[in-house]
C-alpha cells in the first residue's frame, strides 16, 4: 500500500518552482491596485485608498521576504515581486501624506514619502542582497533631497537641483568603486543611479534651453556644466563597455545625447566641437601608431613538449 507524500503547505512562502507565477501574478496585480487608486481618488477617502495600497504592498513585500534565498542575489521573480511593491508602496504613501493634510503634488508630501521608499529599498537592498533595491533606493534617495530642499528653501532657478545631482553622481562613483570587486550586480546599481542624477541635469537645461526660452534658444548651461555631462556620460559608456554591462552604457549614452543637446545652441567651433575633434582624432591616431615588435617568449628555444596519445 502506497503513501501519498504530504502536501507542501507554503501559506505566504512562495515555493522556488511555482515563483514565475507569482511574479506573472505581481504584475497584474500592482497594475490594478495603482489603477483603482487613480480612479477612485475623488470617490474614496484618502485613508481608505492608503489602507488598500498598503495591504497589496504588504502582501507583495512579505512574498518576496518569505521567498527561498537560494544564491548570492535573488532570483528574477524576487526581483519582480519587490519592483511590483515598489510602485504600489509608492502611491500608498502618498494616499497616506493626502490622509494626514499634507497637499498632493508639493513638495511638502512628496520628500518624506520618497525619503521613507528609500529606506525601505535600501534596507530591502542590503538585507535580500538585491541590486534593483539599491537603484530604486538611490533613485528616491536623490528624489527625496531634491523634494526636500525645494521645500526647506523654495529655490528660484535650477541651479540647486544641479548641485544637488552632482553630489549624488560623486557619492554614486564612489560607491561604484567600492562595491566593483566584490558586489558587482549593486555597483552596476549605483553606476545606473548616477545615469538619472546626470539625465536630470541633462534634461533640466534642454527643458529651459528649447522649451521655456520663448522663441529664444541659448544655452542654459555654462562650460563647467558641460564639463559634468560629458565625463559622467564617457565614463558610464566605458565602465558599461569594459565590464559588459548593458544599463550603464544605455545611461551613459543617454548623457552624451542630453550633452550633445545642451551644447547646440552657440554658434561657434570654439571650444567644444574643436577640442572633442582633437581628442577622437588623437585617441585614434594612438590606437593606429606603429609599433615596435614585442620581443619573443623566453622559452622560444626550447623543445616542444612530446605528444601523447590517450589509450583506449
Not at 546599481?189 to 522649451?211: N, P, Q, R
Request: charged letters at 15%.
Amino acid at each position: 500500500m502506497s503513501v501519498d507524500p504530504p502536501r507542501v503547505r507554503p501559506g505566504l512562502r512562495p515555493l522556488p518552482f511555482r515563483g514565475d507565477l507569482i511574479a506573472a501574478g505581481a504584475i497584474p496585480l500592482a497594475v490594478g491596485a495603482v489603477l483603482v487608486d487613480l480612479r477612485m481618488t475623488d470617490a474614496w477617502p484618502s485613508g481608505i485608498l492608503a489602507a488598500f495600497l498598503g495591504v497589496v504592498a504588504a502582501l507583495l513585500l512579505v512574498l518576496a521576504w518569505r521567498a527561498p534565498v537560494e544564491g548570492k542575489a535573488p532570483r528574477a521573480y524576487v526581483s519582480v515581486l519587490l519592483i511590483s511593491a515598489f510602485a504600489v508602496l509608492a502611491f500608498a504613501l502618498m494616499e497616506l501624506a493626502h490622509a494626514l493634510g499634507g497637499t498632493p503634488g508639493t513638495s511638502g508630501s512628496e520628500w518624506w514619502v520618497a525619503a521613507a521608499l528609500a529606506a525601505a529599498y535600501i534596507a530591502l537592498a542590503r538585507a535580500r542582497n538585491s541590486a534593483i533595491c539599491a537603484l530604486l533606493g538611490a533613485v528616491t534617495a536623490l528624489v527625496a533631497v531634491l523634494e526636500a530642499w525645494q521645500w526647506v528653501f523654495k529655490p528660484h532657478d535650477t541651479t540647486f537641483a544641479y548641485w544637488v545631482c552632482l553630489t549624488a553622481i560623486a557619492g554614486l562613483g564612489l560607491g561604484v568603486v567600492v562595491l566593483r570587486d566584490h558586489r558587482r550586480a549593486h555597483a552596476v546599481a549605483l553606476a545606473d543611479a548616477a545615469g538619472v542624477a546626470a539625465v536630470v541635469i541633462g534634461v533640466l537645461a534642454a527643458l529651459e534651453t528649447y522649451w521655456l526660452s520663448e522663441g529664444t534658444v541659448e544655452a542654459t548651461l555654462d562650460w563647467g556644466w558641460l564639463l559634468v555631462l560629458l565625463l559622467t556620460g564617457l565614463a558610464l559608456v566605458g565602465y558599461g563597455a569594459v565590464d559588459r554591462e548593458r544599463g550603464p552604457a544605455w545611461f551613459g549614452a543617454a548623457v552624451l545625447g542630453l550633452f550633445v543637446l545642451d551644447a547646440a545652441p552657440h554658434h561657434s567651433l570654439l571650444w567644444w566641437p574643436i577640442l572633442l575633434l582633437l581628442l577622437g582624432t588623437a585617441a585614434i591616431a594612438a590606437g593606429l601608431r606603429p609599433t615596435t615588435p614585442t620581443p619573443p617568449s623566453p622559452d622560444i628555444d626550447d623543445e616542444p613538449a612530446e605528444e601523447r596519445r590517450f589509450s583506449r
